[in-house]
T-cell receptor
């Protein structure tokens, strides 16, 4: 149980275009989902926390108008990278926290590799 | 601010041997959770083990165990009988219990190599 999927796993887009990444909790409801960015050989950097039905909370330094997050249901959150540029190329990982759980464990998706040309 | 420090960027262990990965953290909270996550080459984050700060007993999951020293704010991971499949990046993480902050704070990671 507690499986999180991400789609697509890899995406290549041209500079100036937008790309959407989906994060789904397949077998549980997630009141909170998180979006991370990971550069090669580095740790996960939290970008934003997304709660179902409300606006996402962005970490300091993350442009909310560039990284649009929508959490429309208890099983789906989307990250849209708008007007992508080569510096947005990275590995994006989502995670979901089990609704009602007290141990605050996060279940991670397999990640999406974004390449902006 | 809460921080998590992993002072070993890389570690190596022989197959079947034991290795310990270090982690220290800094928090002013009295109640929190600590985690070790594994990230193999596939980059899928996998939970290895979880420790609740209010529990004095060290958590154990098969070949994985922790040495939780609350006063010293230390949370090391011991891998016994190391296997080739244990080769991965290991991240220590802490979580604040309740309040307005609901996120994991990750360390910088330790890359573990397992030698056959």
């Amino acid at each position: 149980g507690a499986v999180v999927s991400q789609h697509p796993s890899r995406v290549i887009c041209k500079s100036g275009t937008s790309v959407k990444i989906e994060c789904r909790s397949l077998d549980f409801q997630a009141t909170t989902m998180f979006w991370y960015r990971q550069f090669p050989k580095q740790s996960l950097m939290l970008m934003a926390t997304s709660n179902e039905g409300s606006k996402a909370t962005y970490e300091q330094g993350v442009e909310k108008d560039k990284f649009l997050i929508n959490h429309a249901s208890l099983t789906l959150s989307t990250l849209t990278v708008t007007s992508a540029h080569p510096e947005d190329s990275s590995f994006y990982i989502c995670s979901a926290a089990l609704a009602g759980a007290t141990h605050y464990e996060q279940y991670f998706g397999p990640g999406t590799r974004l390449t902006v040309t | 601010a809460q921080t998590v420090t992993q002072s070993q960027p890389e570690m190596s262990v022989q197959e079947a041997e034991t290795v310990t990965l270090s982690c220290t953290y800094d928090t002013s909270e009295s109640d929190y959770y600590l985690f070790w996550y594994k990230q193999p080459p596939s980059r899928q984050m996998i939970l290895v083990i979880r420790q609740e700060a209010y529990k004095q007993q060290n958590a154990t999951e098969n070949r994985f165990s922790v040495n939780f020293q609350k006063a010293a704010k230390s949370f090391s991971l011991k891998i016994s009988d190391s296997q080739l499949g244990d080769a991965a990046m290991y991240f220590c993480a802490s979580h604040l219990y309740g309040g307005a902050t609901n996120k994991l704070i990750f360390g910088t990671g330790t890359l573990l190599a397992v030698q056959p």
